[in-house]
Structure formats: C-alpha cells, structure tokens
C-alpha cells in the first residue's frame, strides 16, 4: 500500500526567510502524482503545488517549488521569501492514477508552518 | 475559491442520528470524492463517483453511503451516529480521473454530541 509521512510535525520560518517541508513516499509505481495542499486556519484544502512522476522537472509555483528525487521517493517542498499569509498546516499527497482503489489522495500527516514576524 | 460547494457548513447531531452533506462539484467536473479528517485518523478517502458511477472505496463505513446524481451533484449520508463520527468531511472534484487535479470544498464540519 503507498504510504506518505511527513515527518516534522510543526515547522517554524521567519518572514521573508526560505523554509523546507519533507515529504516521503511508499510506492512500488512509477508513474504517479504528488502534490502539496496548504490548510489555512479556515480549514479550506488549497492546492499549491503538483507534480508528475514522469517528469524530472522540479514543478515551480511562484515562491512555492519542490524537490522531487524519485529514487529516494522523495518530494520536498520549498517556500521562498515566507509570507504570513503562508502560516498554515501542509499535506503532501500521493496519488496512483490506476487500479482498483480509484484516484483517491493518499495523505500525510501534515506539518504546521508557523511564520514568525 | 475552489469552484466546489458544500452545504452545510456546520452541523450538529445527536448520536443515533442520520445527516445528509451536499456538494456540487466545480462545473464540468465529472469525478467527486468524499474524504473525512479527523483528529486521530487524519485525512482519509471514503469514496469516488464518477459520472454517476461510484468508482472507488475507501474507508468507509457500512452505516455511510454516498450517491452522485445526474446533475453531477453528490451527496454522503451518515446514519446511526457515533461520537466518533465528528469530523471535517470534505469534497472534491476533478474533470475527470486518473491526470487530473482534484480541488476541494470548504468542507462540512459535523458534531456529534
């Protein structure tokens, strides 16, 4: 079964500052879809950022850019120059396009980005 | 905003009740997926329709059903409440399956006291 852990609970950057959030993934596939949502305090699940297996270009979203190793299974996210607007809780999510389990999101734990004034 | 609506925003049940959420999916999106969060079990798939058709289960309960009509809109129905149950249950949709990104609703908060 794909599994995704996100293994720092809580994170802390100062504004204007870089931040690195750590993702890592379980899959026995080679062709799937990663993505980073981003959970404000309003709770509503935003997307920030995808990317597919297949390409080795790191996906690039504005101050928001990932590092996808896919032989380490691993895809971290990056937030340049961090906002306070940016304060807020972030899931990484797998997903494997084929099969019987559907195109369901397989989500980690999560990490609570905290931006300090 | 995500284009997904979910009603009703927040609802408050007693345990042994049944509720209905409702969710009209961004407009052309074909696929839509209910997931719950909670605080001890994260953020989990329960089921997928697509085009009408439920596509894919997750963890979801037997007392939970799901069903999307033909206008595309879906709706979860919670049966025989339990304490337990009390969530944040959220949908999303995609314009289709397997390559597409899938955007979610503001979700549905539910209290079961």
């Known amino acids: 079964a794909q599994t995704v852990t996100q293994s720092q609970p809580e994170m802390s950057v100062q504004e204007a500052e870089t931040v690195t959030l750590s993702c890592t993934y379980d899959?026995?596939?080679?062709?799937?879809?990663l993505f980073w949502y981003k959970q404000p305090p309003s709770r509503q699940m935003i997307l920030v950022i995808r990317?597919?297996?297949?390409?080795?270009q790191n996906a690039t979203e504005n101050r928001f850019s990932v590092n996808f190793q896919k032989a380490a299974k691993s895809f971290s996210l990056k937030i340049s120059d961090s906002q306070l607007g940016d304060a807020a809780m972030y899931f990484c999510?797998?997903?494997?396009?084929?099969?019987?389990?559907?195109?369901?999101?397989?989500f980690g734990t999560g990490t609570r980005l905290a931006v300090r004034p | 905003d995500s284009g997904v609506t979910q009603t009703p925003k927040h609802l408050i049940t007693a345990t042994g009740q049944r509720v209905t959420l409702r969710c009209s999916p961004r407009?052309?999106?074909?696929?839509v997926y209910w997931y719950q969060q909670s605080l001890d079990q994260g953020l989990q798939f329960l089921i997928q329709?697509?085009?009408?058709?439920?596509?894919a289960k997750g963890n979801i309960l037997e007392r939970f059903s799901a069903q999307q009509f033909p206008d595309l809109h879906s709706e979860l129905n919670l049966s025989s409440l339990e304490l337990g149950d009390s969530a944040l249950y959220f949908c999303?949709?995609?314009?289709?399956?397997?390559?597409?990104?899938?955007?979610f609703g503001p979700g549905t908060r539910l209290t079961v006291l």
């Open positions: 899959t026995s596939e080679s062709d799937y879809y």
């Open positions: 999303a949709s995609s314009q289709r399956t397997s390559t597409d990104t899938q955007y």
């Open positions: 990317q597919e297996a297949y390409k080795q």
């Open positions: 999510a797998y997903r494997w396009p084929r099969g019987s389990s559907g195109d369901k999101l397989t």
């Open positions: 329709y697509y085009n009408g058709e439920e596509r």
């Open positions: 407009s052309g999106d074909l696929s």
